[in-house]
Structures are given as C-alpha cells and as structure tokens.
C-alpha cells in the first residue's frame, strides 16, 4: 500500500504570498490531520479533517485554513505568509475507523521556506 | 493543558541499549506512541501502547508504561548507527484523534 504523499516536497515562498500544500493519504484512510514542525516550537497540531469536515483546530491564526475532498486528499493554505511560517509541515492519515487504534501515519512533509 | 517532555539528547555506543524517556500530563490519555524522524524524513511510526498496558516488546523496541508516573520509556537493543535520529513520544487523549509530541530526543550511535 502506497504511503502518505505530499506534495510540493519544497516551497519557497515571500513574505504576503499565499501558499496552498497538498495532501493524498493512504487508501482507506478517512482521516487527514496536519502538523507544523520548527525547531523552536517542535511538533504542533494544526487540525484535522474527517469526512470533509473539521474536527479539530489548534491553536494557530486564521491565515491557517484547510480543507478535504471526497476522496479525503486535503489541502492546507496559509495566506499572508509571515517569516514565522517557514517550517516543515507534515500531514497524517488515519482510518478513523470505529473500534480502530487510528494509528496516525506521516508523510514525508513540505518544507516552506519564508524569504 | 497536555504535556509531553523528553530529554534532548542521547549518545550510546554500537550495541549497547539505549533508553529514551518521556513524561506527560494528560492522565486521560488511551494511546502513547514513539515516532522516528530521520534527516529530511517525516516521521515513522515505531511502535504504541496502549494506556492499560505496562509493558510492549516488539523485536529490538521495549516499550516500557508506568502510568502512575505517567512515565514511557523506549528501550532499542543492540543499538546500530543506523538507529541515530530524533525520536518522539507522543500521546493521544481519549475521545480525540490528534496528537501532543514532545520535543524529541536525538539519538547519537557512535561506532
């Protein structure tokens, strides 16, 4: 089974540019969520789709936006990029499935460099 | 709110065991689990316990849950070079899907 993909893999973005990162899960999995990874802040949350909806948001602005399709691909958009938003962003899948671990698996990221 | 810490850095020799520990917060949490992120990776998944366990073996990973400390620690035996990365722990609370990471413990394996 094909893993996690995303892409771009690397974005170079400046600042007030708008950026839209892609994200097609593992075959089955209903469940997208994403995380900002910088060396300062580590590993957080940003939020998570199921079923073509959020369900869960964390704690960043709303220049942060996200959405899935049918098909449960995601994509995230940040608007407005700030140099604070340079980080590798990782997406997860998980089956999210009743009674299920919903083990999340990672792909290998987006690295978005802000200039 | 929820909590994870690890140390920040380990450096064994080829090997020998290493342990890696991690604390958290959350007394709510169902599922802990250990992520491995190589350079310029995302994170694979290694292994997870479930929070009525106290103990997981799976081939050179031990996986060790004292829930009254709220302490995890990941065993690797005989450690290779092939091992060096960051490692992170992570816990997920009941009734939600999302994760809580630490901030991740580099593992350095010198021949």
């Known amino acids: 089974k094909a893993g996690v993909t995303q892409t771009p893999r690397y974005l170079i973005k400046t600042r007030g540019q708008q950026v839209t990162l892609s994200c097609s899960p593992i075959s089955g999995h209903r469940s997208v969520s994403w995380y900002q990874q910088t060396p300062g802040q580590g590993l957080q949350f940003l939020f998570e789709?199921?079923?073509?909806?959020?369900?869960n948001k964390g704690n960043f602005p709303g220049r942060f936006s996200g959405r899935q399709f049918s098909n449960s691909r995601s994509e995230m958009n940040v608007s407005t990029l700030e140099l604070g938003d340079s980080a590798l962003y990782l997406c997860?899948?998980?089956?999210?499935?009743?009674?299920?671990?919903?083990?999340?698996?990672f792909g290998p990221g987006t690295r978005l460099t802000v200039l | 709110g929820e909590d994870v810490e690890q140390s920040l850095f380990l450096s064994v020799r080829e090997g020998d065991s290493s342990v890696i520990n991690c604390t958290y917060t959350?007394?709510?949490?169902?599922?802990l689990y250990w992520y491995k992120q190589e350079p310029g990776a995302g994170l694979q998944l290694l292994t997870y316990i479930f929070s009525n366990m106290d103990m997981k073996q799976d081939q050179r990973l031990t996986v060790l849950l004292n829930k009254k400390d709220k302490h995890l620690s990941l065993r690797i035996a005989d450690t290779q070079t092939g091992d060096s990365a960051i490692y992170f722990c992570a816990e997920r609370s009941s009734g939600y899907s999302t994760l809580t990471f630490g901030k991740g413990t580099m593992l350095l394996v010198s021949p």
């Open positions: 997860a899948s998980s089956p999210r499935l009743a009674g299920s671990i919903d083990t999340q698996y």
């Open positions: 959350d007394s709510s949490s169902t599922y």
């Open positions: 789709y199921f079923s073509e909806t959020q369900r």
